[in-house]
């Protein structure tokens, strides 16, 4: 995986058994809460990301003691409502399940605190927060842009807290109600709910319109019960926190598997076949995207549960069917719906998504110009997204898809690589919940297979790929031949084909079609053109050139598509494919290769010397084999072949041979 994009293969199927990583919502609630107590308490199963990496650091700034004490187990020392440290800049990235509840705590502390995140952090509003923490007294202001972060937060307004800090805090202001929006964030909510038990007063928040995501806050008041803090609730409208409520801990505390995160291993399983488990959250969670599998089920999947497992199969004998659907119930894993859209027969309507807007990007913006990308049909408004496949059956495009710094872009659109390859810009960010998720993704996919075969110039690639391609009733990629085009439409453009920048810019915009034996450029039939010997050499050329490579490396992955590739060239198995299971570098003598394309050049009615012939081989085998990019060698797992004494159909036999001895996955 680079890190700037990862290129996944199209797949063929998904199935197995994924252990989950431990909830990003539950893991930094139940941090921060156990910091706030009284008592120590050891946390076990915690996701270990971006996320909570910038919670831990918060809280150690402040002065909690924090001990990591075993894999993915921490212990946590409470401080009984009284951080340490009174003043502090904390950075926390784009964790807004840091930010926001920080921002609450610290604002009823007394202290002097700097909070601030990343650019977008910056553009996530947060300004009916701060309303809410400025009806209790808090003094808090905008660093930057008025209702955005970064902020600046005091101790609290003279004559309404006093006291040396939290935990002897008494409010002598009778303010008893606040009143928060609930259609922006339930992050602010939860926030304020975490830090109201600091008080010591009984204090009601009322929500002023629709609350959203309210499993999450449902997630809120459980994790405050463990820790002691009862909250009363009065349906969706009012929430009570009562008098001298404090924080304890409960001793050991185990943070469930993300079910956010499930999401994608069940569709997965419900497109790609299954059966496909997820481990660390069954029909018992207490996070509300674990109901993503009944949107599924309503989807047409097969689903199962236990008390800590869900497995998804896909539906028998016919395919998902979309579905319209209120979203509010599972916020985050309705995103997942967005691309499972794109197997379904009809259209997906995804409602009530609003927060989608003030999320790590505009998620609906986003979503809707990757999905376009690919070729479905999307139309979007301020708080729904309706996907659709493309028209009359036609196949999702190939795509490079953008991920906007949001680990849930990244990791949604890696489900539609059951329909096409992809690329994955800023594979990176999935780190921000789920750091190891492609490599999970691997193990439980089959990729579609790959016959990679390497080798010198007339060795007999071309003749032994395509043919093993037809044994197996396969695709063939000639990638000599995207090389050949690129020097050929270079000539054509009077491009020289050293100049990389502009010879780079005709790989990556070629007009080529490959139909059976047929290969056009722009329309025009070039097969014979591109075999001339001056288009060989300035292949070879600008194969050297590492910005022409990078332009074509993606376009050659394209190729590999159902039920399989041969794929010929100078490093098929080394670059292109090195996941291939089925490896082979050809070689032969120079003099018997060199009377081979004699024999082809006569056969075309060419004049061609022997002698001639051979210097040029060995030129172009020094210049393959000591390029700075994807030089010309065997790869350690390749299985070698010298052809200088073999029929064609001897080394085809072979070949075969060694490609059905691979074991297949699964």
């Known amino acids: 995986m680079s890190a700037d994009y990862l290129d996944l293969p199209q797949l063929l199927a998904a199935r197995g058994t994924v252990r989950l990583p431990g909830s990003k919502s539950i893991s930094n609630r139940v941090l921060l809460l156990a910091a706030l107590a009284a008592g120590e308490t050891e946390v076990r199963d915690l996701l270990l990301s971006d996320d909570t990496a910038h919670m831990l650091a918060a809280l150690r700034t402040l002065g909690v003691g924090v001990e990591q004490v075993a894999d993915k187990a921490f212990r946590v020392v409470g401080v009984a409502g009284v951080f340490p440290l009174r003043e502090a800049d904390l950075f926390l990235g784009n964790a807004g399940t840091a930010f926001r509840p920080l921002t609450a705590v610290l604002a009823l502390t007394g202290g002097d605190y700097r909070l601030s995140g990343v650019a977008r952090m910056h553009e996530r509003p947060i300004a009916d927060l701060v309303d809410g923490l400025r009806q209790l007294g808090a003094d808090?202001?905008?660093?930057?842009?008025?209702?955005?972060?970064?902020?600046?937060?005091?101790?609290?307004?003279?004559?309404?807290v006093e006291?040396?800090?939290?935990?002897?805090?008494?409010?002598?202001?009778?303010?008893?109600?606040?009143?928060?929006?609930?259609?922006?964030?339930?992050?602010?909510?939860?926030?304020?709910?975490?830090?109201?038990?600091?008080?010591?007063?009984?204090?009601?928040?009322?929500?002023?319109?629709?609350?959203?995501?309210?499993?999450y806050v449902e997630l809120t008041l459980a994790t405050m019960a463990l820790f002691g803090v009862q909250v009363v609730r009065e349906g969706w409208r009012r929430f009570?926190?009562?008098?001298?409520?404090?924080?304890?801990?409960?001793?050991?505390?185990?943070?469930?598997?993300?079910?956010?995160?499930?999401?994608?291993?069940?569709?997965?399983?419900?497109?790609?076949?299954?059966p496909l488990r997820v481990e660390g959250v069954g029909r018992d969670s207490i996070q509300g995207d674990v109901r993503f599998a009944d949107a599924l089920a309503q989807m047409g999947a097969k689903i199962t549960s236990g008390a800590n497992w869900i497995e998804a199969s896909a539906p028998g004998g016919t395919r998902l069917q979309g579905l319209q659907i209120d979203c509010?119930?599972?916020?985050?894993?309705?995103?997942?719906?967005?691309?499972?859209?794109?197997?379904?027969?009809?259209?997906?309507?995804?409602?009530?998504?609003?927060?989608?807007?003030?999320?790590?990007?505009?998620?609906?913006?986003?979503?809707?110009?990757?999905?376009?990308?690919?070729?479905?049909?999307?139309?979007?408004?301020?708080d729904f997204i309706a996907v659709a496949p493309p028209a009359s059956g036609a196949s999702l495009h190939p795509a490079a898809i953008d991920t906007y710094d949001d680990h849930r872009m990244a990791m949604c659109f890696s489900l539609a690589a059951l329909a096409t390859p992809l690329r994955i810009n800023d594979p990176q960010t999935v780190?921000?919940?789920?750091?190891?998720?492609?490599?999970?993704?691997?193990?439980?996919?089959?990729?579609?297979?790959?016959?990679?075969?390497?080798?010198?110039?007339?060795?007999?690639?071309?003749?032994?790929?395509?043919?093993?391609?037809?044994?197996?009733?396969?695709?063939?990629?000639?990638?000599?031949?995207?090389?050949?085009?690129?020097?050929?439409?270079?000539?054509?453009?009077?491009?020289?084909?050293?100049?990389?920048?502009?010879?780079?810019?005709?790989?990556?915009?070629?007009?080529?079609?490959?139909?059976?034996s047929a290969i056009t450029l722009s329309g025009e039939e070039v097969g014979d053109a591109i075999r001339s010997e001056e288009i060989s050499a300035g292949a070879s050329r600008v194969a050297a050139l590492p910005a022409v490579?990078?332009?074509?490396?993606?376009?050659?992955?394209?190729?590999?598509?159902?039920?399989?590739?041969?794929?010929?060239?100078?490093?098929?198995?080394?670059?292109?494919?090195?996941?291939?299971?089925?490896?082979?570098?050809?070689?032969?003598?120079?003099?018997?290769?060199?009377?081979?394309?004699?024999?082809?050049?006569?056969?075309?009615g060419n004049a061609a010397s022997i002698a001639a012939l051979s210097l040029d081989l060995r030129e172009r085998d020094e210049r393959d084999s000591q390029r700075s990019v994807a030089p010309l060698q065997q790869s350690a797992d390749a299985h070698l072949l010298d052809t200088t004494n073999l029929t064609i159909e001897t080394a085809v036999a072979q070949v075969l041979d060694w490609v059905h001895k691979v074991p297949q996955k699964g």
């Open 163 to 215: 006291g040396d800090g939290l935990g002897e805090n008494k409010v002598v202001r009778a303010i008893r109600v606040i009143t928060l929006r609930g259609d922006v964030s339930s992050q602010f909510l939860t926030g304020i709910l975490m830090a109201l038990p600091l008080l010591g007063s009984e204090t009601t928040v009322e929500v002023v319109g629709e609350l959203i995501s309210r499993p």
């Open 328 to 382: 509010n119930h599972i916020p985050d894993a309705a995103m997942t719906l967005a691309t499972t859209a794109l197997f379904a027969e009809g259209p997906t309507v995804l409602r009530n998504i609003a927060s989608w807007r003030v999320k790590e990007t505009d998620r609906i913006a986003a979503m809707a110009t990757e999905l376009r990308k690919l070729g479905a049909i999307v139309d979007e408004g301020d």
């Open 140 to 160: 808090i202001s905008y660093l930057g842009q008025e209702g955005f972060p970064p902020l600046a937060i005091r101790p609290p307004m003279p004559g309404v």
């Open 240 to 274: 009570t926190v009562p008098a001298d409520s404090a924080y304890r801990s409960p001793g050991v505390v185990y943070v469930e598997g993300d079910a956010s995160s499930a999401s994608y291993f069940l569709a997965l399983g419900a497109i790609g076949g299954g």
């Open 549 to 604: 490579r990078d332009a074509l490396l993606f376009r050659q992955r394209a190729f590999r598509r159902p039920p399989g590739l041969v794929a010929d060239g100078r490093d098929m198995a080394s670059v292109v494919f090195p996941d291939s299971a089925s490896k082979v570098f050809l070689t032969a003598s120079v003099e018997v290769r060199a009377k081979r394309r004699h024999k082809q050049l006569i056969d075309k």
């Open 431 to 516: 780190a921000k919940t789920f750091p190891d998720y492609f490599e999970r993704f691997a193990e439980v996919t089959e990729p579609v297979p790959v016959v990679a075969i390497d080798g010198t110039s007339a060795s007999g690639k071309g003749t032994i790929a395509s043919r093993v391609a037809a044994a197996l009733g396969w695709h063939y990629l000639d990638s000599g031949a995207l090389y050949r085009l690129t020097a050929l439409a270079a000539r054509r453009a009077g491009v020289g084909w050293d100049d990389e920048a502009r010879v780079a810019a005709i790989a990556g915009d070629l007009a080529v079609d490959f139909a059976g």
